[in-house]
């Protein structure tokens, strides 16, 4: 008996030694999934981190600074030459009104020598006329 319960002693420990090494090969493919997950993630992180300085080397901070105060100069002069344009188009408003007063001056004018020639002619008819008579 001594040898069937040596036996039996050494099957169960070889059961549990079977059960054990299920249980650490089940845990290695855990760790072995977990390691690939890390991998990928460390792939993952390189290609941000390329990314990164590739965006970094096209722009950088300064550069940055720089383009937003030339686009806040722009709208700045943008706005100017909107005043500038209200203004030109004001003028140009206010030259037509003047065009306009001065073409009734000039027909006036041409008014004004039109009678006076008339009168002038009249005049001097009269005094043509009025010299015969009394001469």
Known sequence: MSTGQDYSII????????TKIDEISKEVQLTNI???KLGGMKHAIQDLKSWK??????VNAEDLREMKSALAEIKKNTEEISHFEKEIS???EEKAKDKEEI???KTFKTKIATVGAVSFFILTTAITVLGWYLS
Request: charged share 35%.
């Open 11 to 18: 099957v169960q420990q070889l059961e549990r030694m079977s």
């Open 34 to 36: 977990e390691m690939a």
């Open 53 to 58: 300085e590739n965006v970094d080397s096209a």
């Open 90 to 92: 004001t003028l140009k």
């Open 103 to 105: 073409d009734k001056l």
